[in-house]
């Protein structure tokens, strides 16, 4: 059982490494533009896409859809 529970969890994570760097976002923490994001689709088809946003200068994260 706990196998199966770290292998679901494993799967569903968004990858924190990569994305595409862009200066869009502003960080809420620390106020910089330096950022990443990477986006998922994390609901049904007809839903718009989860957009997963992470500061590159103080490791702030947070997602919007």
């Known amino acids: 059982m706990k196998e199966l529970k770290e292998k679901v969890i494993n799967d569903t ?3 924190e490494s990569g994305g ?8 809420g923490k ?5 950022t990443k994001y990477t986006q998922a689709q994390t609901r049904s ?6 957009t997963y946003v992470s500061c590159v200068n103080c490791g ?6």
């Open 45 to 50: 088809a007809d839903e718009p896409m989860t």
């Open 60 to 65: 702030n994260r947070w997602k919007f859809s």
């Open 13 to 15: 994570k968004v990858p």
């Open 20 to 27: 595409v760097a862009t200066t869009q976002f502003r960080c």
């Open 30 to 34: 620390c106020g910089k533009r330096e």
